[in-house]
């Protein structure tokens, strides 16, 4: 992204870090409240698929991006959904390996699902 930034559309490098320290930071702080939302809602799958959903459609509009800030509007819209489904991902694929007190069972899934 950096690149297509600095190369395509002249940007400088104290705006791209803007651009990418928004985002960074948006999807930090998306982590953990979706992790606290995630144990609250009921229909779970949707909030990951919703998330998944949202970051394709946005990417899709990088073909038409022809300044920075519109950029940064894709790219944040992309790294909310993708702080939104990360941690109920991780929970999602961790809750068949066994109850709370198995630490080492949910390690155990998800390295296997990181590689």
């Not at 991902?89 to 296997?112: I, Y």
Request: charged letters at 20%.
């Amino acid at each position: 992204m950096a690149l297509f930034l600095d190369n395509v559309l002249g940007v400088k490098p104290s705006l791209i870090g803007l651009v990418e320290g928004v985002v960074e930071c948006t999807a930090s702080l998306l982590k953990m409240l979706s992790g606290w939302f995630f144990d609250r809602l009921r229909e779970r799958k949707r909030l990951i698929a919703d998330g998944y959903w949202t970051s394709t459609v946005a990417k899709a509009f990088l073909v038409i991006a022809g300044s920075w800030w519109f950029v940064l509007l894709i790219r944040f819209v992309d790294w909310v959904s993708k702080g939104l489904r990360a941690a109920p991902a991780q929970a999602l694929v961790a809750w068949p390996a066994g109850p709370l007190s198995d630490r080492l069972g949910r390690k155990r899934v998800l390295v296997c699902q990181r590689a």
